[in-house]
């Protein structure tokens, strides 16, 4: 039980383009879901936190135009990598908290590479 | 200074050995206490969930945490190659109380 997925699992983009990643929870319900990038060799950085039905809440120095999120539904949530540029090459991962928990649930991640 | 610290490592250990990690925090308001497993280029996998202070084990793996001197371990005995793996520590303060706070990670290495 508790999965999450993530699709795609790998894109490659180029510069200027928009990239749209999908977060699920496939056997639970999720009220809050979690948007967090990480590169190589370094921590998880929380970008937002996506609540299902309401506006996401981001971090101190995430721009939320150019990541847009959306949380239409108790299993989805998605980013949206706007314009995006070379330094946006990164690792998206989102996490899943169940609802009425506390445990949180990782998607195996999206590498995004834009050219 | 922030929230939870860890030490990154690396922790290069032998097949077999008894492996600690460890994570410091100063919040004291901090009630739940979790630690993660991350291969490289996966997402981290929900390994251990306690809450308060205590004891919990699970197979091989012993959490620990001792809110009086806010310091949390994760124990793995006999460790395997299959181990090795980068292990994140995070915490909250209370259920549906919003984000959880992560620690830089500790990057374990089991040789055979």
């Known amino acids: 039980g508790a999965v999450v997925s993530q699709h795609p699992s790998w894109v490659i983009c180029k ?73 946006d090459s990164s690792f998206y991962i989102c996490s899943a908290r169940e609802s009425g928990g506390n445990k949180q649930y990782f998607g195996p991640g999206t590498r995004l590479t834009v050219t | ?3 939870v610290e860890q030490d990154p490592g690396p922790l290069s250990v032998p097949e077999g050995a ?40 699970d197979g091989r793996f012993t959490a620990q945490v001792d809110k009086s001197s806010k310091y949390i371990s994760l124990f793995i005995r006999d460790s395997q190659p299959s181990d090795s793996a980068t292990y994140l520590c995070a915490m909250s303060v209370g259920a549906n109380a919003g984000k959880s706070t992560f620690g830089d990670g500790t990057t374990l290495t089991v040789k055979p």
């Not at chain 1, 998880?44 to 239409?72: P, R």
């Open chain 2, 18 to 57: 008894i492996v600690s990690l460890n994570c410091t925090y100063s919040n004291s308001a901090f009630q739940y206490f979790m630690w993660y497993r991350q291969y490289s280029r996966k997402g981290p996998e929900l390994l251990m969930y306690t809450y308060s202070s205590g004891n919990k084990e």
């Open chain 2, 1 to 3: 200074q922030k929230e």
């Open chain 1, 15 to 87: 510069s200027g383009t928009s990239v749209k990643i999908e977060c699920r929870s496939l056997d639970f319900q999720a009220t809050t879901m979690f948007w967090y990038r990480q590169f190589p060799k370094q921590s998880l950085m929380l970008m937002a936190t996506s609540n299902e039905g309401s506006k996401a809440t981001y971090e101190q120095g995430v721009e939320k135009d150019k990541f847009l999120i959306n949380h239409a539904s108790l299993t989805l949530s998605t980013l949206t990598v706007t314009s995006a540029h070379p330094e």
